[in-house]
């Protein structure tokens, strides 16, 4: 965090405020632990503060200290107005675009409050007073280890705090295996642990709380993986009918394009899920190396996010997606291979 940054936000937060804290739709864990674990921070500093959501976060996430407190705008739209109208700082985490919001951008553009930005994903736009955006950091839950560091604010660290922390980061490092994990990740890690955070149950109330119906899920997402080798490429469909069958839930496909790229020689891995309620298929991109899955779902899928993990979507039925998807694949072949 640079010097100027760190400045305007000691001003801002140098009496008590109303301040609400928003993550991204579709929230993952490091949405749910940065945003908790600033709330808990900012309140121990004296203020008023609530977590926003644009909708639902996933039920392997609902243990998370905290959790229990915010608000999901698309359940309670006129709580979430009036308190994002209250407001007089509004942090926005792990994301830098308000259009990864949804309904929650008319609501924040309508607001006086100052914008505070703390993310890590690739060519953040330009709402925000103070903006701490690092491509080079694991997760957003790292930065707010760092951002309160440079408020000098780690005294302030307890186990609710690390709690979040660290499933941030481990949730978005894939355990800590990412190529963004550095020797300061661990460093935080550590101290996060030492602050109360038990590594070992946060694991298992992440990763060991499976349905039957996920692993049955899972089963048909390996059955339809389709490999391309001349591309070093695999991908996985998964039709609404598929996951109706298996009372597929929020969350239960979540990490499932990482099996595709664990495929010996593959770089470029994507999952397809269809989502006949909104009209859309919805794009998991994963990559290794240089290979910038960024690049790719802004160019063709309307996404975006990092080098290496992408999101998008498609407004076109899935075959049509699909067919589309493979015909692009020739313009990338010198990059995949
Ligand atoms: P996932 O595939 O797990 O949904 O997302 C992978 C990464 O890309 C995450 O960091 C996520 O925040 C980002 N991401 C997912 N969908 C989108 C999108 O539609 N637009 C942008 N800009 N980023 C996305
Ligand atoms: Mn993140």
């Known amino acids: 965090m640079n010097i100027e940054t760190i400045q305007v936000v000691k001003q801002l937060l140098d009496s008590p405020k109303k301040i609400v804290v928003v993550g991204h739709k579709n929230p993952d864990g490091d949405a749910i632990g940065s945003c908790l674990g ?59 675009s308000l259009s990864r919001i949804g309904d929650v951008r008319e609501q924040l553009e309508k607001s006086n409050a100052q914008f505070v930005m703390i993310d890590h994903h690739q060519q953040p736009d330009n709402y925000a007073v103070a903006m701490y955006s690092d491509t080079a950091m694991s997760s957003t839950a790292e930065m707010v ?58 694991h298992q109330n992440i990763y060991d709380t499976n349905s039957p119906n996920r692993m049955r899920l899972l089963g048909v997402a390996l059955k339809n993986l389709t490999i391309l080798p001349e591309y070093s490429t695999a991908y996985i469909v998964l039709s609404q009918k598929e996951l109706d069958d298996n009372n597929f839930k929020k969350g239960d496909t979540e990490g499932f394009v990482n099996y595709a790229l664990s495929i010996k020689g593959i770089i470029f891995a994507v999952i397809f899920i269809e989502n006949k309620q909104d009209n859309i298929v919805k794009m ?54």
């Open 145 to 202: 280890f760092h951002f309160m560091d440079a408020l000098d604010g780690l005294s302030y660290l307890d186990s609710e705090i690390a709690t979040n922390l660290y499933t941030g980061i481990m949730t978005d490092t894939g355990s800590f295996r990412f190529p963004s994990t550095t020797a300061t990740t661990h460093r935080v890690v550590a101290r996060l642990i030492e602050s109360g955070a038990k590594n070992s149950s946060i």
């Open 38 to 96: 600033l709330y808990f921070f900012l309140k121990k500093l004296g203020h008023g503060v609530t977590v926003l959501m644009p909708n639902d976060f996933p039920d392997f996430l609902k243990w998370m200290p905290g959790c229990e407190t915010i608000i999901i705008h698309e359940k309670e739209t006129d709580k979430s107005a009036v308190t994002i109208s209250d407001a007089s700082v509004i942090f926005t985490l792990d994301f830098n």
């Open 284 to 337: 998991s991109l994963r990559s290794k190396g240089d290979f910038s899955v960024n690049e790719f779902a802004r160019t063709h899928y309307h996404g975006g996010g990092h080098t290496n993990a992408a999101g998008g979507r498609s407004s076109h039925s899935l075959n049509t997606t699909i067919t589309d998807f493979i015909s692009i694949l020739p313009a990338y072949k010198n990059a995949l291979t």
